[in-house]
């Protein structure tokens, strides 16, 4: 695993918390990514299950040039290609295919895909990656289903997404080989409706000291 990527991990060690955010609307994108990193949150996923996302993470990078702005629900090589060209600095999917592999190394992007079993772990391995997405998380088996590959993946490390709250991160956060969780409760539909930046701001603040 020696030639795994290291900016994988460097990203994943920002925070103790990455916002998981679909956006809707570009303007509402930039606030939320103006309110997340004001809230010492600059890891940003924004997932690709609207539309507008690749018009968003653009509008964000050039909004908020010091965060760290990536892409999830990433699915196949084209949209791995358009996440590097609207400077997206990483890109995260629900599971791998050999295809996506070769994609991540052909954009020289930062890559975390998603694994749920031992096999989707040791096919990630094989592919020279040592840092994954465990999703989804809790339904997945959660913190015990971790605990319980550090024994035969003692080097590997994992980013749980999926599931996961405010009230329950710290059972991951907790374990050695976690570094940090994903998390949709910062940025729900209900603050986007209402627009409630200061609420984002606050959720960030407070996640962002989730593993002291």
């Given amino acids: 695993m020696s030639g795994a990527d290291p900016r994988v991990r460097a990203v994943l060690k920002l925070a103790p918390v990455i916002p ?13 990514a103006h309110a997340l990193f004001r809230g010492g949150l600059p890891v940003i996923e924004v997932t690709l299950r609207t539309p507008r996302a690749l018009e968003a993470i653009k509008a964000m990078v050039e909004a908020v040039p010091d ?23 990483f ?15 052909d954009a020289d992007l930062p890559y975390l895909p998603g694994v749920a079993t031992g096999s989707e772990l040791i096919v990630g ?4 990656l040592d840092t994954f997405k465990f999703f989804p998380a809790v339904q997945a088996g959660g913190a015990a289903m ?16 999926g599931g996961i709250s405010a009230q329950t ?5 907790h374990l050695p080989n976690v570094l940090c969780v994903g998390g949709s409760w910062l940025t729900t539909a209900a603050l986007m409706q ?12 407070e996640a962002a000291v989730l593993a002291s």
Avoid at 67 to 89: C, F, H, N, S
Avoid at 125 to 128: I, K, M, N, V, Y
């Fill in 20 to 32: 998981v955010f679909t956006p809707d609307d570009i303007d509402d994108a930039v606030q939320v």
């Fill in 67 to 89: 965060a760290v702005i990536g892409a999830g629900t990433v699915l196949d090589a084209a949209q791995m290609q358009a996440v590097k060209e609207a400077g997206g600095r």
């Fill in 91 to 105: 890109a995260v999917s629900p599971g791998a295919t050999p295809r996506l592999y070769a994609a991540a190394r």
């Fill in 194 to 205: 209402t627009r409630d930046w200061d609420s984002v701001e606050r959720l960030a603040r």
């Fill in 125 to 128: 391995l094989e592919h020279g």
């Fill in 146 to 161: 971790l605990s319980a590959w550090h024994g035969p993946f003692a080097d590997v490390r994992f980013c749980p997404t």
């Fill in 169 to 173: 991160a710290s059972q991951f956060l």
